[in-house]
C-alpha cells in the first residue's frame, strides 16, 4: 500500500486532458479514501474540475473521509446546490459534524434546501451533544418487522439495501418501533425458506441509549464486538445504530483525548491549529500549575535557614522530588487506565492501592539503597568530606527518597480514584494535584529528615 | 445495558436445578459476551457444569470474549479432548495467542490432537510476530474466484457462509490465489442474475501484507473504515483478512501501549499483575531516571557557593524547574501524537518545531510576568525585603522561567523527532531524555542568571 504514488496517480488523472465521462470512469478504480486524501494535494482548480466531474454520490463519498476543516474548506469552493446536495448524500452524524462548522447564513441556507426527511435525520443526530453517543450514530441499517417470514425479510433486505450500507446486522422492531432484537444477515442468507424468523432473532443482542454518555458506555460497546449496535430513544424505540467503523474513530478519539489531557492539554492538538488555540489549550493548566508551584516553593522558603546552614543537601533536592513526580506518574497511568477498563468493587479499589504501595515500597527500597551508596561514594570523592558525613547525607536522601516513593505511589492511586469518585475526570484533575502533593511530601520529608538526623543529632555542617 | 444484573440472572441459571437442556436453551438467549463476564462470578464446580451442558460451538463463542488468562485458567479445569475441540472452533488468532501462554507439554500435546487443516491455520498465524499485523488475522472469510456468474457467486456465499462469520466482504482471486478485488456483500445482494460480476469488483480496495509491522500501517487501515482488509502474503497471495473487530482491538492494545509508555511502564499494567512483574516493568525505567537526576544534581550542586550567599533563591528551584518539566511534556505529548497520525515532510517539521517555540513563547512570557509580580510581592511582603531585592529576585525568577519554558518546548519538540528518525519509539525514549536536559537548561539558567545579576552586579547577598 504506497499511498504516495496512488496520490500521484489520482492526481494526474484528475489534472489530465481527458473527457469528464473517461475521468469519472478512471476514479471509480480507485478507493474514496485514497481520493480524498489527493485533495488536499490539488490546487483549487483542478478540485473545482473534480466536483463538476464526479457525481454527488461519489463526492459525499469523498466527504466522508475528510477531516472536519478540509470538508469545510472544500464546500466553501463549491457551488451552495450542489454542497446541499452532497450533504444530502452524507451520513447524518458526518452531515451533522460539517454544518456545525459552517457559517451559520451557509448552515441556515443549506438546511433549507436539504429534503424534509434528510433534515429530521441531521437534527436528530445533531441534537445530541458530542458527549452523547447519540450524535455518532448512523441511520443508514436495515430495520424490518418482527412478524415477518423468511422470504419476507430477504426480500425487505434486498429492497432496502439499495438505499443503506450496513447490512450484516439487520435490527428488528415490532409495530411501536420497540427495538426487538437484530438478525446476523448471515443467518437469514443461510436459512431456509421455511425456517421460523422468530429462531433466527437474537433477542439478547447488546443495545444502548442514544442519551448515554460515550466515555461511559464505549468500553461495554467494544466488549461485544458486534458489527452495528442499536441505539434507542429512552422509550426503547430504535433510533439509529453505531457501526464498528464509528467505533473506531470513538475509540480513537477518546484515546487520543485521554492521552492529551494526561500531559495537561484540554483536546487533541493538531499540526495545523491556530497558535491562538494551541494556547488556551495549553495556558490555564499551566497558570494552575505555576499557582501549585508557587506553595511548594513558599514551604521550600520555610527551610531556608537549615538549606543556609548546610548547602550541600539541596543539590539533592532536584533528585527527591523528580523520583517522586515519576513514581507518582506510573501510579496514576495505571490506576486512570483501570478505571477506565474495568468496574471495581471496594475490595478492588484496596487491592490496587496496596498493590501501588507495596510496588513503591520494593522499588523505594532499591533505588533509596542504590542512592544512599553512590551518593555517599559522590560527596565523599567529589566533594572531599569525610565519611561519616558523606554517608549521613546520602543516608537521608535514601531514607526520603524511600518514603517519597511509597507515599507517592498511594497518592497517585488514591487521587484520581477520588476524583472518579465525585464524577470528575481523573485524567485530566489528578495530574497537578500529585504533583504538588508529592512535592510537599517530599520536601517536608527531605529536609525534615536532614534538620532532625544531620543539624540536631549529628551536628554536621 | 445492566451488565450486573444480566450476570445474575445468568449465574441463576446455570446454577438452577433444570435438566441440562432447558439450562442450554435459557443460555441460548444471552449475548456470549455476558455469559463470558458471568463464568468469572461462578466456582469452579459451577463452571465444570457449564463445561459440560454448553455444546463446544457454545464454549469456543464464551472463549473469543474472555481474557487469555481467563481462557487458560479454564481451560486447565477442562478435560482436555474438550479443550482441543472447542480449540478447534476459536478464530485461529484467539487460539494462537491462547496456546502460546499453555504449559509447553500440554499445548504440544493439543496441537496433536487439532484436525491437520485446522493446525495449518493455527501455525500459519501462530508464525507471526505479537507486533505484525499477520497475528491478527482470521481465516474466518468467504474468498470467491474472479471468473464466477453473479448466481453463482451467489451460492458460494450461501455454502461459504455456513463455516464463516465475516461475510459483509467478499474478496476475489484469481486461479493461483494471488488477491483480485472485493465484493460489498451489499452490491451482490441487490445485483441481478445477469449483472457481470466483474463490475462489482473492486479493485482499488486496500490490502496489507501480512509481515507489516502493526505500528506502521494501523493508521492507514483505520482511514479505509472497510468492514474487513485483506492480508497478504509477499507473492500477494490471499491469508487471511483482518475485521473492524480485529481492527477496533489493535487499535485500543496500540493506544493503550502508547499511553502507559508515556508514564514509563514497558507495557500496559493490571490489577491483576503479579508484583514482581510490575516492579520489572517499572525499575528500569526509574533507574534510568535516578541516573539522570543525579547528573543534574551534580550540576546544581557546582551552583553551591551562589546559593549559600543567597538561600531564598533555591526556594524557587523546584518551580522553574516543574514549569520546565510541564511545558516539555506538554510538546512531547503533542509531536507524539502527530509523528502517530501524521506523515511528516521536512518543512512540517521546522513548522511544528517553530510552533511549538511560539507557543512556549507566548506561554513564558505570561507566566515570566505573572511570576515577577507575584513573587516579587511574596518576598516583599512574607520575607520582609525591600522592594529593589524582591524584584531583582522575582525578575530573575521570571526570566528565568522564560527562557526555561522556551527551550523546553523546542527540546519537547526535537527529541522525539530525533528518537523517531533513529527509529527508537519517541513515547518510550524521549520522557526522561527531555526532563534532564529541560532541568539542566534551568538550572544552569536560574542559578547563572541569579549569579551575573544578584551578586555580581547588583551585589545583593
Known sequence: MNREELIQEIKAIITSNKTPKIIREQLE????????????????????????IATVTMLADFFEYLDEDEAVRYFNEMDIRKVADVISELEPDTASFILKELDKDKKDFLIDFL?????????MVSAFDDDEIGSRMTTNYIVIRENLTVPQAMKELVTQAEENDNISIIFVVDEN??????????????????D??????????PYVYASESIDECIEELKDYSEDSIPVLDNSNKLLGVITSQGLIEVVDD?????????????AEDDLKEPLALSIRKRLPWLMILLGLGMIVSSVVGIFEKIIAQLTIIMAFQSLILDMAGNVGTQSLAVTIRVLVNEKLTAGDKVKLV?????VGLCNGVMLGSLSFIFIGLYIHFFKARAWLFAFSVSGCIGISLFTAMLISSAVGTLIPMFFKKINIDPAVASGPLITTINDLVAVVTYYGMSWILLINILQLS
Request: hydrophobic share 40%; aromatic share 10%.
Open 254 to 266: 477518546e484515546m487520543g483525548e485521554d492521552y492529551a489531557r494526561f500531559a495537561g492539554l484540554t
Open 29 to 52: 478504480d480507485y478507493h474514496e479514501n485514497d481520493i480524498a486524501q489527493a485533495m488536499q494535494y490539488l490546487d483549487v482548480k483542478d478540485r473545482k474540475k473534480l466536483y463538476r
Open 354 to 358: 496496596l498493590k501501588e504501595m507495596k
Open 177 to 194: 418501533n420497540t427495538f426487538y432484537g437484530a438478525i446476523d444477515l448471515k443467518d437469514l442468507i443461510i436459512a431456509r425458506k421455511t
Open 196 to 205: 421460523n424468523l422468530e429462531d433466527l432473532i437474537m433477542t439478547a443482542f
Open 115 to 123: 429534503n424534509p426527511e434528510i433534515r429530521k435525520e441531521i437534527q
